[in-house]
Structure formats: C-alpha cells, structure tokens
C-alpha cells in the first residue's frame, strides 16, 4: 500500500500562483483537517517589480496565511518552464520526496506560456513519477490518487466546484501578502496584469461566480485528469449539500 506523506500538493509556475489561482482551495483543505504543501516551480526572479529577497519575505508571510505544512521551491528558470527531461526529472524527484494524495497543477489554457508549460510539466511528471525506471536516481516510484487542474486567467471547464467561502477572507489576505505585485510604485513603467487594479478584483468576482454555480458566496473550481469513480449516485446527490439548479453554465 502506497503511503503519502501529505494529503495536496497544489503546484504553481511562479511565487503567488497557487495564492492567487487556486488559495481558497488549499486554505479550505487545511481548514478540513487536511495537510497541505506548496511547491513553486521558479523563483519568479524576471518578475517586473519587486527584488528577488522582497518577494521571499513576501511568500514566507503568505505561506503562513494558507497554513501550509512546507513550501518548496524547485528553482527552475524563471520564462524558460519547458517539458524538458531535466524539468521533468525535477519534478519527478518532488513528487516522489513529498508523496502527495491529491496533486493540483494550472490548467494548459493560460495567457503566461510559464503556466501552460507547468500544466505539461506536473501532468508529465505525476505519469513518469510512477515508471520505475524513468530516473531511478530521483527516488522510489510513487502514484498519486489523483491530478486535478485549478485555472488560471481563462475560462475551464469545471470538473466540481469546492466552496471556498470560509477561505475567501483567508485567501484575500494571502494575497495582500505580495505588495510588491500589487502594488504600482513611483517609477515603474511595466505594468502586469496583476498589478492592474482591477486583477484582484477579476480574481474575486471569478470566485463570486464559482460559488453563485453552487449556491455559496466564493467557490474555485478543479478539473480531474481522471473521471472519479461513483457507489451510488442517488446516495451522492442526496449527501451533497450543494444545489446544482444555481449553475449559470452547463458541467460537461
Ligand atoms: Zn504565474
């Protein structure tokens, strides 16, 4: 029998990705008495504002926010995610150091080319983690239960909603975390999406409508890789406290 050594490891390009993408979800499952870890991929160093040391200080609070059990940093290059073996082996080595149950990783549809190369890396990477002989050197062979995709900036067809509404508070203050992201300071001249007033806003209101599909103030949604198995699915709508007539858009 396979034994994990943390219930999620939500996976992210950048430092402030899993915050802001897929926060309400991580804060949840500790909330439900499940542990939680992070790993970012890259240190995020091409960021347009902020020094590299702000953005740790940064992360170190928001880690502490979420109440995770660890947070990891791979220190892969910053631009440059590309399914590589190198990468791959990378992130091979932290999936069979750290053993998670359930892996979140960026949906491929995504406007920052970082992201969709994350979303090749970690699908690559969780399939190669169980073949015994695909780098042997980076640990023991390890399966996890499943993958499941949060999104980013575009739209993704949702697999389930979580409600994330005892998180939305937790999650703002997260993110409030990375104020040399947010923030535009006297000379900078390089705008980013996130430093846009409206993003955190765009970022709320998209969780405002994840939780309307549901009947809850705030919800982020998750796409599995693999179709979930059902015992009885009369017994799963009638224990499912959520009313699906709320949703806006059909769930393929
Ligand atoms: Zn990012």
New binding site residues.
Partial sequence: MTQFGVSALAI???P??VE?FCGGIVIRLGQLGHSVGVADLTR?DKASHGTLAEREVETAAASAVLGIVFRDNLGLPDTELAPTTEQITAVVALLRRRRPELVLA?WHDDR?P??RA?SELVTRAVMLAGVRKFAPQAGDRFVPRQLAYYA?RHRMPPSYIVDTSAAAAGKAKAIACYASQLARRPGDDDPTLISEPTAVAAIEARDRHCGSMIGTSHGEALRLASAMGVVDPIRQLRDNPYWTPHAFEATP
Avoid: I, T, V
Wanted: glycine residues 24%; charged residues 25%.
């Fill in positions: 992210g390009a950048h402030d990705d802001l995020g960026p920052h970082d992201h994350a980013g």
